[in-house]
């Protein structure tokens, strides 16, 4: 079975500094990960989709991730935080089946400090 | 097009009481999506339709559940005889049969059961 696992549900950085979001994954298959993100009191929003192209992908917001399968993992980084970027961020595994549903994980709280 | 509608967003009720949520997902969406999430937690998958066939549903849907697309547009939940367990954010969301599974999410209706 496809899951994901997120390493810290707390990450806390100051304003431009880097950001690092850590996420394993396990599949039996080349899987299609994704990061979305959740402002409060909104949807859940797609940063960035891995589908077995280009290993290092690049999304909104100045946001990129990594596909590495030999660490099987897809962290997600941004140079520079900005105080915007405060919000829960989800590591997302598809299950590969007809019904293409979403296994989140955890989430990580991403706090960006003054 | 606004995206993915739900309604309402917060419903307080007393336990035993039914309620009903509903979504109303991207118009040229064909692949509609409901998911649970208590906090803390990340979402999890309920149920998943195609059109107005109901494909999969999840363990986590007890028989007090109950959803339904008819004609394929909308979509309700129902809930029935809601126990203090059942508080948490229910999540629609919509996608293509394709499109690498990006699923757009409505802002969510928050559950709370007294």
């Known amino acids: 079975a496809q899951s994901v696992t997120q390493l810290d549900s707390h990450v806390s950085v100051s304003e431009g500094t880097p950001v690092l979001l850590r996420c394993n994954y396990s599949s039996s298959y080349s899987p299609s990960l994704f990061w979305y993100v959740q402002h409060p009191n909104k949807g859940l929003q797609l940063l960035l989709k891995y589908t077995s192209a280009a290993t290092l992908v690049k999304g909104i917001n100045g946001f990129e991730a990594e596909f590495k399968k030999s660490e099987t993992s897809f962290h997600l980084t941004k140079p520079s935080a900005h105080m915007s970027d405060a919000a829960e961020y989800f590591c997302v595994v598809s299950d590969g089946g007809a019904t293409n549903k979403l296994i989140f994980g955890t989430g990580t709280l991403l706090a960006v400090q003054p | 097009d606004t995206g993915v509608s739900q309604d309402p967003r917060h419903k307080i009720t007393k336990r035993g009481q039914n309620v009903t949520f509903r979504c109303d997902p991207i118009?040229?969406?064909?692949?509609l999506y409901w998911y649970r999430q208590t906090l803390g937690q990340g979402p999890e998958f309920l149920t998943y339709f195609q059109n107005e066939a109901q494909l999969e549903k999840s363990r986590l849907l007890s028989d007090r559940f109950s959803a339904e697309r008819p004609k394929g547009s909308f979509s309700t939940l129902e809930i029935q005889r809601t126990e203090q367990g059942d508080s948490a954010m229910y999540l629609c969301?919509?996608?293509?049969?394709?499109?690498?599974?990006?699923?757009?999410f409505g802002a969510g209706s928050r559950l709370t059961v007294l």
């Open positions: 969301a919509s996608s293509y049969s394709s499109g690498a599974n990006v699923l757009t």
């Open positions: 118009s040229e969406h064909n692949r």
